[in-house]
Protein backbone atom coordinates (compact mmCIF):
# COMPACT_ATOMS: atom_id res chain seq x y z
CA UNK A 1 0.00 0.00 0.00
CA UNK A 2 1.45 3.35 -1.33
CA UNK A 3 1.17 6.48 0.88
CA UNK A 4 -1.51 7.96 -1.50
CA UNK A 5 -3.68 4.83 -0.56
CA UNK A 6 -3.42 6.00 2.75
CA UNK A 7 -3.99 9.45 2.85
CA UNK A 8 -7.01 10.96 1.12
CA UNK A 9 -6.91 13.45 -1.71
CA UNK A 10 -8.86 15.73 0.53
CA UNK A 11 -5.39 16.09 2.53
CA UNK A 12 -3.09 16.86 -0.29
CA UNK A 13 -5.78 19.65 -1.23
CA UNK A 14 -5.58 20.78 2.36
CA UNK A 15 -1.78 20.66 2.03
CA UNK A 16 -1.61 22.85 -1.20
CA UNK A 17 0.28 19.69 -2.58
CA UNK A 18 -3.00 18.66 -5.37
CA UNK A 19 -0.54 18.72 -7.91
CA UNK A 20 3.70 19.13 -6.86
CA UNK A 21 6.55 18.40 -9.22
CA UNK A 22 9.45 16.23 -7.93
CA UNK A 23 12.62 17.15 -10.30
CA UNK A 24 16.48 16.41 -10.62
CA UNK A 25 19.24 17.61 -12.92
CA UNK A 26 22.70 16.15 -13.30
CA UNK A 27 25.89 18.68 -13.95
CA UNK A 28 29.00 19.12 -15.20
CA UNK A 29 30.12 20.27 -11.66
CA UNK A 30 28.84 21.88 -8.50
CA UNK A 31 29.10 25.66 -9.55
CA UNK A 32 26.30 26.62 -11.72
CA UNK A 33 27.90 30.00 -12.46
CA UNK A 34 30.58 28.15 -14.58
CA UNK A 35 29.48 24.75 -14.84
CA UNK A 36 26.00 23.28 -17.28
CA UNK A 37 23.00 21.43 -17.05
CA UNK A 38 23.67 17.80 -19.21
CA UNK A 39 20.25 16.20 -17.50
CA UNK A 40 16.97 17.50 -16.76
CA UNK A 41 14.13 15.03 -15.15
CA UNK A 42 10.68 15.93 -13.52
CA UNK A 43 8.02 13.64 -11.72
CA UNK A 44 4.42 15.27 -12.01
CA UNK A 45 2.58 13.72 -8.72
CA UNK A 46 -1.27 14.45 -8.56
CA UNK A 47 -2.55 13.57 -5.31
CA UNK A 48 0.15 11.22 -4.12
CA UNK A 49 0.27 9.51 -7.65
CA UNK A 50 2.57 9.85 -10.32
CA UNK A 51 0.58 11.26 -13.60
CA UNK A 52 3.17 12.58 -16.02
CA UNK A 53 7.22 12.94 -16.24
CA UNK A 54 10.15 14.54 -18.44
CA UNK A 55 13.46 13.71 -19.44
CA UNK A 56 15.96 15.69 -20.94
CA UNK A 57 19.71 15.30 -22.39
CA UNK A 58 20.86 18.51 -22.43
CA UNK A 59 23.91 19.85 -24.95
CA UNK A 60 26.63 22.08 -22.87
CA UNK A 61 28.74 23.95 -24.79
CA UNK A 62 32.01 22.10 -23.65
CA UNK A 63 32.88 18.48 -22.74
CA UNK A 64 31.62 16.75 -20.05
CA UNK A 65 34.31 16.05 -17.33
CA UNK A 66 35.28 12.52 -17.19
CA UNK A 67 34.60 12.24 -13.18
CA UNK A 68 30.87 13.13 -14.38
CA UNK A 69 31.01 10.68 -16.49
CA UNK A 70 31.93 8.06 -14.53
CA UNK A 71 29.25 9.40 -12.30
CA UNK A 72 26.31 9.92 -14.57
CA UNK A 73 27.09 7.36 -17.04
CA UNK A 74 26.32 10.83 -19.52
CA UNK A 75 29.52 11.08 -21.77
CA UNK A 76 30.07 13.77 -24.87
CA UNK A 77 28.69 11.12 -27.68
CA UNK A 78 25.27 10.68 -25.07
CA UNK A 79 24.63 14.45 -25.62
CA UNK A 80 26.00 15.04 -28.90
CA UNK A 81 23.02 15.44 -31.11
CA UNK A 82 20.90 17.16 -27.95
CA UNK A 83 19.09 20.64 -28.04
CA UNK A 84 20.91 23.42 -25.62
CA UNK A 85 19.15 24.40 -22.22
CA UNK A 86 17.65 27.48 -24.31
CA UNK A 87 16.00 25.00 -26.45
CA UNK A 88 14.39 23.06 -24.11
CA UNK A 89 14.33 25.63 -21.76
CA UNK A 90 10.25 26.60 -22.46
CA UNK A 91 9.12 23.31 -22.33
CA UNK A 92 10.64 22.15 -18.88
CA UNK A 93 8.44 25.71 -17.59
CA UNK A 94 5.66 24.85 -19.20
CA UNK A 95 6.22 21.76 -17.15
CA UNK A 96 6.47 22.76 -14.17
CA UNK A 97 4.10 24.96 -14.49
CA UNK A 98 3.40 27.14 -10.75
CA UNK A 99 3.47 23.31 -9.01
CA UNK A 100 5.74 23.20 -5.51
CA UNK A 101 8.58 21.66 -6.81
CA UNK A 102 10.58 19.18 -4.60
CA UNK A 103 14.16 17.80 -5.18
CA UNK A 104 16.61 16.68 -2.89
CA UNK A 105 19.03 19.66 -1.99
CA UNK A 106 17.02 21.85 -3.96
CA UNK A 107 19.54 24.77 -2.46
CA UNK A 108 21.42 23.24 -5.32
CA UNK A 109 19.22 21.95 -8.47
CA UNK A 110 16.94 25.26 -8.18
CA UNK A 111 19.61 27.83 -8.29
CA UNK A 112 21.08 25.91 -11.13
CA UNK A 113 17.92 25.87 -13.20
CA UNK A 114 17.61 29.78 -12.46
CA UNK A 115 20.69 30.66 -13.30
CA UNK A 116 21.03 29.27 -16.37
CA UNK A 117 17.50 30.39 -17.42
CA UNK A 118 18.68 34.41 -16.68
CA UNK A 119 21.46 33.58 -18.42
CA UNK A 120 19.48 32.36 -21.79
CA UNK A 121 17.35 35.66 -21.01
CA UNK A 122 20.44 38.07 -20.20
CA UNK A 123 18.49 38.90 -17.01
CA UNK A 124 20.65 39.00 -13.63
CA UNK A 125 18.42 41.82 -12.30
CA UNK A 126 17.76 41.28 -8.26
CA UNK A 127 20.35 38.38 -8.83
CA UNK A 128 23.05 37.98 -6.42
CA UNK A 129 24.93 35.55 -4.05
CA UNK A 130 23.23 36.67 -1.23
CA UNK A 131 19.85 37.47 -2.40
CA UNK A 132 18.91 35.14 -4.67
CA UNK A 133 15.12 35.90 -6.64
CA UNK A 134 13.77 33.63 -8.77
CA UNK A 135 12.33 34.89 -11.39
CA UNK A 136 12.10 31.55 -13.49
CA UNK A 137 11.08 29.37 -10.96
CA UNK A 138 9.32 31.05 -8.32
CA UNK A 139 7.47 28.28 -7.17
CA UNK A 140 7.31 26.93 -3.61
CA UNK A 141 10.35 24.76 -2.81
CA UNK A 142 10.71 22.19 -0.32
CA UNK A 143 13.92 20.15 0.04
CA UNK A 144 13.67 16.64 1.20
CA UNK A 145 17.28 16.39 3.18
CA UNK A 146 16.12 19.28 5.27
CA UNK A 147 12.90 17.25 5.95
CA UNK A 148 14.24 14.20 6.25
CA UNK A 149 16.87 16.10 9.02
CA UNK A 150 13.62 16.39 11.00
CA UNK A 151 11.25 13.71 10.18
CA UNK A 152 13.59 11.03 10.01
CA UNK A 153 16.34 12.61 12.24
CA UNK A 154 17.48 8.91 13.49
CA UNK A 155 18.91 8.33 10.54
CA UNK A 156 22.69 7.93 9.96
CA UNK A 157 22.24 9.27 6.59
CA UNK A 158 20.60 11.71 4.16
CA UNK A 159 21.65 10.87 1.46
CA UNK A 160 19.04 10.18 -1.52
CA UNK A 161 20.52 6.56 -1.73
CA UNK A 162 20.33 6.04 1.87
CA UNK A 163 17.16 6.93 2.33
CA UNK A 164 15.78 4.82 -0.72
CA UNK A 165 17.10 2.12 1.06
CA UNK A 166 15.53 2.74 4.28
CA UNK A 167 12.24 2.80 2.65
CA UNK A 168 13.21 -0.17 0.37
CA UNK A 169 11.62 1.97 -3.01
CA UNK A 170 14.48 0.35 -5.13
CA UNK A 171 16.62 2.90 -7.31
CA UNK A 172 18.35 2.01 -10.28
CA UNK A 173 20.67 4.11 -12.30
CA UNK A 174 21.48 6.47 -9.52
CA UNK A 175 22.84 9.96 -10.80
CA UNK A 176 20.89 9.74 -13.37
CA UNK A 177 18.06 12.63 -13.28
CA UNK A 178 14.41 10.30 -13.70
CA UNK A 179 15.10 7.46 -11.38
CA UNK A 180 16.41 10.43 -9.01
CA UNK A 181 13.26 12.53 -9.47
CA UNK A 182 11.15 9.47 -8.89
CA UNK A 183 12.79 8.55 -5.74
CA UNK A 184 12.90 11.65 -4.83
CA UNK A 185 8.84 12.26 -5.30
CA UNK A 186 8.26 9.36 -3.30
CA UNK A 187 10.37 10.49 -0.27
CA UNK A 188 8.48 13.46 -0.35
CA UNK A 189 5.62 11.62 0.21
CA UNK A 190 7.09 9.60 2.84
CA UNK A 191 7.57 12.56 4.48
CA UNK A 192 4.60 13.84 4.18
CA UNK A 193 2.78 10.65 5.79
CA UNK A 194 4.69 12.05 8.93
CA UNK A 195 4.49 15.44 8.88
CA UNK A 196 0.51 14.87 8.89
CA UNK A 197 0.31 12.97 12.19
CA UNK A 198 2.66 15.73 14.06
CA UNK A 199 1.09 17.45 16.96
CA UNK A 200 -0.05 21.10 16.10
CA UNK A 201 2.61 22.51 19.24
CA UNK A 202 5.52 20.96 17.36
CA UNK A 203 4.95 22.19 13.90
CA UNK A 204 4.64 26.21 15.67
CA UNK A 205 8.03 25.77 17.05
CA UNK A 206 9.61 24.53 13.82
CA UNK A 207 7.75 27.30 12.24
CA UNK A 208 9.18 30.41 14.80
CA UNK A 209 13.20 28.26 14.52
CA UNK A 210 12.30 28.81 11.03
CA UNK A 211 10.61 32.76 11.11
CA UNK A 212 13.21 34.77 10.58
CA UNK A 213 14.92 32.71 7.69
CA UNK A 214 14.71 32.59 4.22
CA UNK A 215 14.44 28.99 4.23
CA UNK A 216 12.01 27.85 1.12
CA UNK A 217 10.83 25.09 3.11
CA UNK A 218 9.36 27.32 5.87
CA UNK A 219 5.84 27.26 3.62
CA UNK A 220 5.77 23.87 3.55
CA UNK A 221 5.34 24.33 7.23
CA UNK A 222 3.11 27.17 6.91
CA UNK A 223 1.02 24.46 4.54
CA UNK A 224 0.91 22.17 7.58
CA UNK A 225 0.37 24.41 10.49
CA UNK A 226 -2.88 25.03 8.36
CA UNK A 227 -4.40 21.79 7.76
CA UNK A 228 -3.42 20.52 11.77
CA UNK A 229 -5.61 23.59 12.71
CA UNK A 230 -8.64 22.71 10.86
CA UNK A 231 -8.91 19.38 12.78
CA UNK A 232 -10.88 17.99 10.06
CA UNK A 233 -8.87 14.79 9.24
CA UNK A 234 -7.39 11.95 11.54
CA UNK A 235 -4.54 10.23 9.96
CA UNK A 236 -4.37 6.80 11.41
CA UNK A 237 -1.44 4.85 12.72
CA UNK A 238 0.19 8.02 14.43
CA UNK A 239 4.74 8.00 14.49
CA UNK A 240 6.25 5.18 14.95
CA UNK A 241 8.14 6.10 17.93
CA UNK A 242 10.20 2.87 17.74
CA UNK A 243 11.64 4.00 14.66
CA UNK A 244 13.42 6.62 16.16
CA UNK A 245 15.67 4.28 18.30
CA UNK A 246 16.66 1.71 15.11
CA UNK A 247 20.35 0.14 15.66
CA UNK A 248 22.09 1.86 12.90
CA UNK A 249 25.83 2.49 12.30
CA UNK A 250 26.59 6.06 13.31
CA UNK A 251 30.31 7.07 11.68
CA UNK A 252 32.47 10.08 12.79
CA UNK A 253 30.23 10.84 16.47
CA UNK A 254 32.26 13.16 18.63
CA UNK A 255 32.80 12.16 21.97
CA UNK A 256 35.22 10.12 24.79
CA UNK A 257 33.68 7.35 23.64
CA UNK A 258 34.11 7.81 19.86
CA UNK A 259 37.86 8.73 20.86
CA UNK A 260 40.73 5.77 19.58
CA UNK A 261 43.21 4.11 22.22
CA UNK A 262 46.36 6.44 21.44
CA UNK A 263 48.62 3.86 23.65
CA UNK A 264 47.37 0.92 21.49
CA UNK A 265 50.00 -0.40 19.30
CA UNK A 266 47.29 -0.98 16.79
CA UNK A 267 47.28 3.16 16.39
CA UNK A 268 49.78 4.42 14.06
CA UNK A 269 50.70 7.91 14.21
CA UNK A 270 52.08 10.28 11.31
CA UNK A 271 55.41 11.93 11.33
CA UNK A 272 54.79 15.43 10.92
CA UNK A 273 58.55 15.74 8.89
CA UNK A 274 57.40 13.02 6.37
CA UNK A 275 54.30 15.49 5.89
CA UNK A 276 55.90 18.46 5.99
CA UNK A 277 58.65 16.98 2.80
CA UNK A 278 56.09 16.51 0.42
CA UNK A 279 55.29 20.10 0.62
CA UNK A 280 59.20 20.83 1.01
CA UNK A 281 61.60 21.78 -1.42
CA UNK A 282 62.71 18.50 -3.32
CA UNK A 283 59.44 16.85 -2.25
CA UNK A 284 56.92 14.80 -4.21
CA UNK A 285 54.96 17.86 -5.56
CA UNK A 286 58.02 19.69 -6.38
CA UNK A 287 59.08 16.57 -8.35
CA UNK A 288 56.04 16.70 -9.93
CA UNK A 289 54.74 20.30 -10.79
CA UNK A 290 58.19 22.22 -12.44
CA UNK A 291 56.23 25.56 -11.42
CA UNK A 292 55.80 24.38 -7.95
CA UNK A 293 56.51 26.88 -5.15
CA UNK A 294 57.14 26.12 -1.89
CA UNK A 295 55.29 27.93 1.01
CA UNK A 296 56.49 27.65 4.25
CA UNK A 297 53.11 28.27 6.09
CA UNK A 298 51.48 25.05 4.31
CA UNK A 299 54.08 22.96 4.95
CA UNK A 300 54.27 24.67 8.68
CA UNK A 301 50.01 23.76 8.46
CA UNK A 302 50.41 20.63 7.07
CA UNK A 303 52.90 19.60 10.25
CA UNK A 304 50.54 20.49 12.78
CA UNK A 305 47.44 18.89 11.27
CA UNK A 306 49.55 15.71 11.74
CA UNK A 307 50.55 16.19 14.78
CA UNK A 308 46.66 17.20 16.14
CA UNK A 309 46.14 13.70 14.19
CA UNK A 310 48.69 12.01 16.31
CA UNK A 311 47.33 13.54 19.37
CA UNK A 312 43.68 13.80 19.13
CA UNK A 313 43.29 17.11 19.08
CA UNK A 314 40.91 19.73 17.75
CA UNK A 315 43.25 22.80 15.89
CA UNK A 316 42.26 26.22 14.56
CA UNK A 317 44.38 27.64 11.79
CA UNK A 318 43.84 31.15 10.41
CA UNK A 319 45.43 30.60 6.58
CA UNK A 320 45.04 33.64 4.39
CA UNK A 321 44.63 33.05 0.52
CA UNK A 322 47.86 31.42 -1.26
CA UNK A 323 48.76 29.58 2.13
CA UNK A 324 47.55 26.06 -0.16
CA UNK A 325 45.76 25.11 2.68
CA UNK A 326 43.16 22.85 0.79
CA UNK A 327 46.43 19.95 0.22
CA UNK A 328 47.52 21.23 3.77
CA UNK A 329 45.11 19.33 5.60
CA UNK A 330 43.96 16.60 2.91
CA UNK A 331 47.76 14.52 2.76
CA UNK A 332 47.80 14.38 6.51
CA UNK A 333 44.20 13.62 7.02
CA UNK A 334 44.39 11.30 4.00
CA UNK A 335 47.00 9.29 5.12
CA UNK A 336 45.84 9.14 8.58
CA UNK A 337 43.05 7.32 7.23
CA UNK A 338 44.65 5.22 5.05
CA UNK A 339 47.47 4.08 7.98
CA UNK A 340 44.84 3.44 10.50
CA UNK A 341 42.08 2.77 8.58
CA UNK A 342 42.98 1.04 5.39
CA UNK A 343 40.02 0.84 3.13
CA UNK A 344 37.85 1.75 5.83
CA UNK A 345 39.24 5.43 6.41
CA UNK A 346 36.94 8.05 6.29
CA UNK A 347 37.56 11.74 5.72
CA UNK A 348 34.69 14.30 5.95
CA UNK A 349 35.96 17.50 4.68
CA UNK A 350 32.63 20.28 5.34
CA UNK A 351 33.39 23.84 3.63
CA UNK A 352 31.72 26.72 4.02
CA UNK A 353 30.58 27.68 0.46
CA UNK A 354 29.84 25.06 -3.05
CA UNK A 355 32.65 27.52 -4.39
CA UNK A 356 35.35 25.72 -1.81
CA UNK A 357 33.63 22.67 -2.38
CA UNK A 358 34.22 22.61 -5.66
CA UNK A 359 37.78 23.89 -5.41
CA UNK A 360 38.56 20.21 -4.01
CA UNK A 361 36.83 18.54 -7.23
CA UNK A 362 38.19 20.11 -9.63
Known amino acids: MTVADRLKPEIFDELSLTDFIALDIETTGLMYTQEEIIEFAAVHFHHGEAVDQISLLIRPSKSIPAAITRLTGIGDA???????????????????????????????????????????????RNWDARDKQFA??????????????I???????????????????????????LPDAEAAGKLFLEIVERAVQTK???????????????????????????FLATGKYSVPGGIDRAKFSI????YNIIGEAERPDFASDNVLPLDPAEVGNFFDEGGALAREFAAFEVREPQVKMARAIA??????????????????KSMAYLLPAIK???????????????????????????
Do not use: M
Request: proline content about 6%; hydrophobic content about 40%.
Open 78 to 124: DVAGAPSFSEVLPQIRTFLQDFPLVAHNSNFDLPFLEYHARRVHGDF
Open 200 to 226: FADVQKILQILEPTDEPVKTFFEYLVK
Open 151 to 177: YLSFLPSFSLRALVDYFQFGLENAHRA
Open 307 to 324: EAFNESQFLLVEAGTGTG
Open 336 to 362: WAVKNYGPYGRVIVSTNTKNLQGQLFF
Open 247 to 250: QANH
Open 136 to 149: YFPNPQFDTVLLSR
